[in-house]
């Protein structure tokens, strides 16, 4: 038994939100139970305990749409002239990075970003893969990766027509082939979703073959919807429909189907979403980088949309977008009232719903049946804390860098800052090297 106590217990569970003097017990992977620190320790006698010194106990994180791969973008200075508008990011950035990787990149840029995630406080993460010229075994070598950091993960990979229908073939049997094996095995830290691009990239015979060959898995999709512009442009142009709708009649939305993005979506794709119990994230800093406009996320969720929050890349540090989702539609919609609100259901409510969807157990929430994915962060707060302000103390105080303990599944991943039994330095240096070779081949 392990006794996570003597700090102020954010549970994210409406029944008990906050514990001043609170400890969670676990017992293998698993919360046992939620209470004072003097309680638990009297009820687990002889447990070892995490004495937090009065810090924020809290549930670990969830990215629920990211790319792992990005990782060997930072810094890189792109060759030509700068990109003019979304496509010509995704040509010139994007598209030329993914199809440089191998498999030995795609792992190492995996640790990395993972690595990242657990220091900031992140322990699920939802990835959407693309590695054309290494696409097979490439969700089983991220997987390995996520495994060795320690990190819980969904992953898909990207189907799409950009690198021809071999290539598009070999997309699809990575899918099937990953989540049948996530289904066999039964692990809890390891699922799989059926990824694919976006409609801009996918003509009707391939998205068809996706949908038939992901019959039967019990896998929704994950996919980037109408994100830019040109997304319902093209489906408009060839096809005659908005990209929700396209979605729609392919039979692709679901409860189980998280759509990134939504940034270009009119009244009648809101509630086809909503209908269909589809799940939307949002991620507010990709949005405003690649100039992409803001996704009308608070008219989704008064409208009773599932929108939870992810990174698509841009950041490991979720405390980050929390706090970008908070003022951009403030600024968006002129109305200082919006975001307070949003900003807290998309990362902890959502994102636990989304997380419902793939795993067995509650993730997301420190209560009795979870999964024991907690952090501790360093956080000292100089007003009163109680049940009423929890998401002002996390928007205004707290920061991925402050997070001190991740635990995730049970197991002590990084205390006091340091992650245990990862190599982290030799896996930068590693990665430092595949890096400038990639750049290279670029």
Known sequence: MLLIGNGRVLTKDETQPYISDGCIAIRDHFIVEVGSTREMKSKYPGSDLIDVGGRIIMP??????????????????????????????????????????????????????????????????????????????????????????GVR???????????????????????????????????EMAKGMFGLHASLTLGDETLSRCCKENAGTGAGFHIHAAEGRVDLEECLRR?????????????????????????????????????SKTKVVHNPQSNM?????????????????????????????????????????????????????????????????????????????????????VIVVDYDPPTPVHAGNVDGHILFGMSGPLVETTIINGRVVMRERELVDTDEAGILAKSRELAAKAWERF
Request: proline share 4%; aromatic share 8%; charged share 25%.
């Open 153 to 187: 993960s969904c992953l898909c990979y990207e189907v799409s027509d950009r690198d021809g229908e071999e290539v598009a073939g070999q997309g699809i049997r990575e899918n099937v082939e990953f989540i049948h094996s996530c289904k066999q095995t039964g692990d």
């Open 289 to 373: 980088g690649n100039a992409v406009g803001c996704a009308p996320v608070v008219d989704m969720l008064r409208r009773g949309v599932d929108v939870g929050l992810g990174t698509d890349g841009y950041t490991c540090d979720l405390f980050e977008s929390l706090k970008a989702a908070n003022i951009l539609h403030k600024h968006q919609l002129a109305d200082p009232k919006v975001g307070w609100a949003e900003a807290p259901a998309m990362l902890f409510r959502n994102n636990s719903l989304i997380c419902g969807e793939y795993f067995s157990r509650p993730i997301g929430r420190l209560v009795p049946g979870a999964f024991a994915d």
């Open 60 to 149: 670990g994180l969830i990215n629920s749409h990211t790319h792992l791969y990005s990782t060997f973008a930072r810094g890189m200075a792109l060759k030509g002239p700068p990109p003019d508008n979304f496509q010509q990011i995704l040509e010139r950035l994007w598209w030329r990075l993914d199809r440089v990787l191998t498999q030995e990149d795609v792992y190492y840029s995996a640790l990395v970003a993972l690595m990242e995630c657990v220091k900031n406080g992140t322990t699920t993460v939802f990835d959407h893969h693309a590695s054309p010229r290494a696409v097979r075994d490439s969700l089983f070598t991220i997987s390995k990766a996520a495994r060795a950091v």
């Open 239 to 275: 096809y005659g429909r908005r990209v929700i709708e396209r979605l729609s009649d392919f039979g692709i939305l679901g409860s189980k189907t998280i759509t990134a993005h939504c940034v270009h979506i009119n009244e009648r794709e809101k509630d086809l979403l909503r209908a």
